[in-house]
């Protein structure tokens, strides 16, 4: 049975970066820099990318192949010391100081004079068994829990040639592979060749992919980094893997069941919640409950007992009843999707989609087989230009729904290189279908007891040439690329302060690409923004008159109408009883702010009524 709720949250990286000499030389393919000091830009971008991305992510770095050892770290943290590895970084959240260690890394004279580059000789399959015994070691410092994913990434030019018949030096690398393997730890690799080198994938690297990664031999050699930029998209590629959101059962037919799971194509982002900090302590405000008997008073650990309101009564019952209780109108069916039938393709409309869709791919490694009954089932589909509905409920105490799954085809094409590049993977949108009084259907005039105003054919005309005439200037927007100003200044004013560093002023001016005045339209080059405001203005006039005072009126309407709420909720109680709405409603009345949590604003309002009353 696959795993059921939300996949790996958390993620545990340790960073393996070779540092032989052929590593430190300067290369044409980098523009004259080393192909140490690149990995350790593209680390430092990473990291940047990854301490906004997920707070809580942990990150450890080592070097091997290295001349010293970090005998510090050695002591302090109890660790074995292994010849040629270099303990740089444990595992730990990602900090500021974190990153400028790993920035100040990159200059050459001060790796040299901190770790420094062993001989090739000694460098190799034993130098990356090494440093595969000290990830070992680096993750059994950390205690197992649940919904943590594993991982190993290794930066090197090394193809390990010298294990290509050497039994001894390729069962020991083989060994400790499995050994990360076995303790669900995934090893990634980004291979580089410089100046016009290859990496042979066949000496021993896709042996050791075969064992612990989900990644294909022939996928990775196609990522071979030998330019300036190839290996922060490789690096950027990989980490931009959509974890997914959750795993899921598909029950096709009886007991015919596979394992999917599902990914959120598009998600909003959005600034972080604000928190209360301690003067003294600059520590976060954390706000605790516990427990407490009415009749000892006494500090309780858990409630055995809870109760249902049911008619005026409460119905005592122990936890796992509640918690029964709480899911039994989604049925016996659990969390997952079941298979009702199949529909023809055109029944699924564009007004059907109410929010965006996931995309759904098999969990080969949960259910074996369900890759291939995935595949037969969504190349039958195709084939027959059908579309499946199934009873999707996210969680056990999630409500069920309907849903359709569309499948997608794969597109390939070639890039200039002549390397195929995947343009769209092969899979199933799940579209969640809405219910019955979700979707607005067109009244009927005769259902309204007043005149109906018709527009005149004169209104329409000029409504159509707005449409036509509206376009937002190419290439400064992209559907697949909307740029968030406000929120690329947030994040930008916080690199800057956390890392101490100038902020970005590219990042400092950004503008929303999609909002223009008419005023800037005016001034705009090109016919196709004169026409727009034009058709604007000639559609205002045959609408509401030369004098126009539409938007006047429609501000007073809004005005009464929060007055008229707030007289309703000051008759109904204090602010503590109010709704969030109203709370905004009396703040923006007053003059103040309407932002924050209920709290905050029930705070700020009765703050106002006591200075109101006396």
Known sequence: MPPQGIEPVTELMVVLVACHPSMLAPSQGFEGESAHKVVMDTLVKHMKRRIIASKHDEMGVIFYGAEKQNSAVVEHEGLTPFEHTFYHQMLKPLTAKCIKDVEGLADSQSFASRVGSADNRV????????????????????????????????????????????????????????????????????????????????????????????????????????KVGELTQAVFQKAAKKRPLRSLRWTLVGDVTIAVQLFAMVAKHSKPSAHHLEARTNEAVVAESALVCQDTGMQLQSVAKKYLPVRGEKIVMDFAEFQASKNAATGAGGAGLLLLGFNSREAIKDYHQLRSAYFVYPHEKAIPGSKATFIALHAKMIA?????????????????????????????????????????????????????????????HAQFAAVVVKADAPAVSCAESVIEELSIPDPEFSSTTIQNPALQHYYTVLHALALEEPADPTQMELRDSTMYTVEESLRMEGQSQRGCVEAMQRFKKEVFGPEGSAEQSTAAGKKRTASQALGKGEASGGPRHWTVALLRNYCIEHGLSGSGKKADLVERVENAMKETSV
């Open 123 to 226: 460098c190799g399959p034993e130098a990356l068994k090494n440093a595969l015994w000290a990830c070992s070691q680096m993750f059994s410092k950390r205690t197992s829990a649940a919904k943590v994913a594993k991982k190993v990434w290794v930066f090197t030019d090394d193809d390990l040639e010298s294990a290509q018949g050497n039994t001894s030096l390729r069962s020991g690398v083989i060994s400790r592979v499995k050994d990360l393997s076995e303790r669900q730890i995934t090893v990634e690799l980004f291979p580089i060749a410089a100046d016009g080198g290859s990496f042979n994938m066949s000496h021993l690297w896709k042996e050791v992919l075969q064992l612990a990664s989900d990644e294909d031999a022939e996928e990775v050699v196609h990522c071979v980094a030998g």
């Open 384 to 444: 027959m230009k059908k579309v499946a509905i199934v009873r999707y409920q996210r969680a056990e105490s999630s409500d069920p729904c309907l849903a359709a799954l569309l499948p997608q085809w794969e597109e390939l094409m070639e890039d200039e290189e002549g390397q195929t590049v995947q343009l769209r993977p092969p899979g199933l949108h799940l579209v969640t279908l809405p219910f019955a009084d979700e979707i607005r259907h067109a009244e009927d």
